[in-house]
Structure formats: structure tokens, C-alpha cells
Nanobody, 126 residues
């Protein structure tokens, strides 16, 4: 059974950097969009960044613009989210996702994705 395994969470101080990783396993990737989302308690899931590997196109949401970078290395079969200049509001749970059926629609639409990682907690302190 296919899954996305996340790693790399933890605690950092404001202004520091952190990198999250996500490894697909148990299935063959189709080339659909890969993305990172985050969700704070009581809030909706927010799209941070997406990557269309086949077209080598990335896009960032407003919260990630200028600070976060999404990347995928085919030889490692890993998806990364590099987060720089961490802020206090960057504390919620982070999730990677894949649209393995290559459904249409905006990358920020969470229901587009059928594969999800288990979530990674990130804590930012002053």
C-alpha cells in the first residue's frame, strides 16, 4: 500500500531554518502534483507550495512566498520543503501530499490530493 512518509520536524527559534522531507513508497509515482500544506488547530488546511515535476513548475502560496522552497529530487525520490526565516505563526502541523490521479483544479485545493503524509509538528519559539 502506498504512503508518504514525512520526517524533519522539530523546534526552532524565530529566524532559523528547517527542512522537512517526504518520501513516497509502495507505489509508482504518476507525475501528478506534489505539495506541502499546513494546518493550525481549529483552522483550515493551508496550501504552502506545489511542484509539478513533469513540467518543472513550482508555485508558492502567500505564506510561503520568499521564505519557503519546495523541491523534489528524483534520484532520492524525496520531496523537500526548505523553510527559512521561521516566524511564530509557522508553528502548525505540516503535511505533504500527492495528486496521484492527476486530478484537475488549483493546487491549493486540498481535495485534489489522494495521498497524504502523516504530518509533522513544527514549533517556533522566540
Amino acid at each position: 500500500q502506498g504512503q508518504l512518509a514525512q520526517s524533519g520536524g522539530g523546534s526552532v527559534q524565530t529566524g532559523e531554518s528547517l527542512r522537512l522531507s517526504c518520501t513516497p513508497s509502495g507505489y509508482t509515482r504518476t507525475g501528478g502534483a506534489l505539495a506541502w500544506f499546513r494546518q493550525a488547530p481549529g483552522k483550515e488546511r493551508e496550501g504552502l507550495a506545489a511542484l509539478y515535476v513533469r513540467m518543472d513548475i513550482t508555485d508558492n502560496g502567500a505564506s510561503a512566498a520568499g521564505r519557503f522552497t519546495i523541491s523534489y529530487y528524483n534520484d532520492e525520490n524525496k520531496l523537500y520543503l526548505q523553510m527559512n526565516d521561521r516566524k511564530n505563526e509557522d508553528t502548525p502541523m505540516y503535511y505533504c501530499a500527492e495528486d496521484s490521479f492527476e486530478a484537475g483544479g488549483a493546487w491549493t485545493y486540498e481535495h485534489k490530493y489522494d495521498m497524504w503524509g502523516q504530518g509533522t509538528q513544527v514549533t517556533v519559539s522566540s
